[in-house]
């Protein structure tokens, strides 16, 4: 079974710009969560979504957000980019909400804000 | 969500067992025991979980001690592909939870495990 999936890899934008990025959960998975990863603050929780919904969120401002389709993938976007919000971005599937089940990572998407 | 205290840095030897301590005094009754690890520049990953016996499998075993105030992650025969972050983390698990506050994963600062030949 094919794993998590994020596209893409790797991302350079300006401050001021916008970003969308993708993720993919494994087959037959319905839940799908998004974390930032910084050196300073670590893995932090930023939502996860299930059956479209959004289940859960995390302490970020507004200007993260997320989607999920019918096929369960999912995106999130951040506007009004900062030079804080380069960082490691990830995605996690798990095969029921949250709260059940284990979640499995994607690589992550490395955005740079200059 | 219940805190976790984990030792900022571990060394073992190859072919030896890693025996990584978790303090989580404050768990309530409901809260599950996880452990994930993240290998550098990797997505973390899962390893096991627990509620309050001890449990088993192919990559590792997890003791939780009878008070459940805190556990140990046990690497049996530590690789040097083993050499990663852990973390250690306690969280509510249950079908159909609602709400805002429970399930969400929160990671500690972890255990940085160095797997020396």
């Known amino acids: 079974k094919a794993g998590v999936t994020q596209t893409p890899r790797y991302l350079i934008k300006t401050r001021g710009q916008q970003v969308t990025l993708s993720c993919s959960p494994i087959s037959g998975h319905r839940s799908v969560s998004w974390y930032q990863q910084t050196p300073g603050q670590g893995l932090q929780f930023l939502f996860e979504?299930?059956?479209?919904?959004?289940?859960n969120k995390g302490n970020f401002p507004g200007r993260f957000s997320g989607r999920q389709f019918s096929n369960s993938r999912s995106e999130m976007n951040v506007s009004t980019l900062e030079l804080g919000d380069s960082a490691l971005y990830l995605c996690?599937?798990?095969?029921?909400?949250?709260?059940?089940?284990?979640?499995?990572f994607g690589p992550g998407t490395r955005l740079t804000v200059t | 969500d219940a805190k976790t205290t984990q030792p900022p840095s571990m060394d073992c030897a190859e072919g030896r067992a890693a025996n990584l301590p978790c303090n989580h005094s404050?768990?309530?009754?409901?809260?599950?025991v996880y452990w994930y690890r993240q290998i550098h520049s990797q997505g973390p990953q899962y390893i096991i979980h627990g509620l309050k016996n001890n449990e088993t499998n192919e990559m590792a075993s997890l003791i939780i001690t009878e008070d459940r105030k805190s556990s140990t992650l046990i690497l049996p025969h530590a690789t040097l592909r083993d050499t990663a972050v852990y973390y250690c983390?306690?969280?509510?698990?249950?079908?159909?939870?609602?709400?805002?506050?429970?399930?969400?994963?929160?990671f500690g600062q972890g255990t940085i495990l160095t797997v020396h030949p």
């Open positions: 979504y299930f059956s479209e919904t959004q289940r």
């Open positions: 996690a599937s798990s095969p029921d909400t949250l709260a059940w089940g284990e979640q499995y």
């Open positions: 983390i306690v969280r509510v698990r249950a079908p159909n939870a609602g709400g805002t506050s429970y399930g969400k994963l929160t």
């Open positions: 404050t768990i309530s009754g409901n809260e599950y």
